[in-house]
């Protein structure tokens, strides 16, 4: 008989007067998730249990997004999120830790880590949005001029359909989607005020990869892992390649037939090199030091 799955459980943390949820379980050195600009905490819903074997792990819905709230007028740039996700980890208290992002999720992570690099113990980066992903470039001053944020933010209550099609394109082969998951992604995304955070993200895109390109120095020498569909559309496989000047430990796990969702649409072997990397690199072992004391 196989073992019972170790229990996830919904949690809520306040940030600004603002309810931010994430989805904990599991016990061992913490592992935080980072969502993509598409997604939630729902992204990791493959991963979590097989994680929670070995570590605590923490996958959030930043503000804007998910389950949480909507703060009015909250910054979306790469900065402002890092920060958040940092002191997210101050407030549930978490000192150190291994952090996973996905997308937009993996820009994040990289600035938080290059703002906290001794918070920050190994970077796992899945398809992650970086400075030389061009498709951002030339689409995010489009999407954040005033005429069009004026007509999407009209259009908002009709975006569900729009929403689905980008997840299709995500993905290597549609035909691999599983059911459940078109409307997983969607649900939260008729919360009103979900499209604010969106175009809160693309109004600084390019000068926040500039930031991020600058900032990479101070990560270079984090145990990192770059998880790549060699199918992906918005960040091609071939910026993988880039990274590869830039950091001192890196290993690079390419994820066949797979688009820029690999842990969706290839969740068990994806799962597979997780849980390898954070034990060829002895993340695992739990340290008092990891966690802080709570109140």
């Known amino acids: 008989m196989g073992h019972s799955p170790i229990p996830i459980e919904e949690r809520w943390f306040v940030l600004d007067g603002h309810r931010m949820r994430y989805l904990c379980g599991g016990s061992g050195p913490p592992l935080l998730?980072?969502?993509?600009?598409?997604?939630?905490?729902?992204?990791?819903?493959?991963?979590?249990?097989?994680l929670a074997e070995k570590a605590t792990v923490y996958a959030v819905d930043m503000p804007g997004v998910g389950f949480s709230d909507r703060p009015p007028g909250a910054s979306g740039s790469l900065r402002a999120q890092a920060k958040r996700l940092l002191r997210f980890m101050d407030g549930v208290g978490i000192a150190s830790c291994d952090l996973l992002g996905t997308s937009h999720g993996g820009a994040v992570v990289m600035m938080a880590a290059s703002l906290a690099p001794e918070r920050v113990r190994s970077l796992i980066l899945v398809a992650p949005v970086n400075p030389w992903s061009a498709h951002g470039r030339r689409l995010?001053?489009?999407?954040?001029?005033?005429?069009?944020?004026?007509?999407?933010?009209?259009?908002?209550?009709?975006?569900?359909?729009?929403?689905?099609?980008?997840?299709?394109?995500?993905?290597?082969?549609?035909?691999?989607?599983?059911?459940?998951?078109?409307?997983?992604?969607?649900?939260?995304?008729?919360?009103?005020?979900?499209?604010?955070?969106?175009?809160?993200?693309?109004?600084?895109?390019?000068?926040?990869?500039?930031?991020?390109?600058?900032?990479?120095?101070?990560?270079?020498?984090?145990?990192?892992?770059?998880?790549?569909?060699?199918?992906?559309?918005?960040?091609?496989?071939?910026?993988?390649?880039?990274?590869?000047?830039?950091?001192?430990?890196?290993?690079?796990?390419?994820?066949?037939?797979?688009?820029?969702?690999?842990?969706?649409?290839?969740?068990?072997?994806?799962?597979?090199?997780?849980?390898?990397?954070?034990?060829?690199?002895?993340?695992?072992?739990?340290?008092?030091?990891?966690?802080?004391?709570?109140?």
């Open 33 to 50: 998730l980072l969502h993509g600009l598409l997604g939630y905490s729902f992204s990791w819903r493959f991963a979590l249990p097989l």
């Open 140 to 295: 995010a001053p489009l999407l954040s001029s005033a005429p069009v944020s004026w007509l999407l933010l009209r259009l908002e209550p009709c975006l569900g359909i729009v929403h689905d099609t980008l997840l299709r394109r995500l993905y290597g082969d549609p035909r691999r989607i599983r059911p459940g998951t078109l409307a997983g992604y969607s649900a939260p995304f008729r919360i009103p005020g979900t499209l604010n955070y969106g175009l809160g993200v693309v109004r600084s895109w390019n000068s926040d990869l500039e930031e991020l390109e600058s900032a990479l120095p101070r990560i270079r020498d984090i145990p990192t892992l770059l998880l790549w569909g060699d199918l992906a559309r918005q960040n091609p496989v071939a910026h993988a390649h880039a990274f590869r000047v830039l950091k001192h430990d890196l290993e690079w796990t390419l994820v066949h037939e797979a688009g820029d969702l690999p842990h969706d649409e290839r969740s068990d072997e994806v799962n597979v090199s997780l849980r390898s990397f954070l034990e060829r690199t002895r993340r695992w072992s739990s340290s008092p030091s990891q966690h802080l004391a709570m109140a």
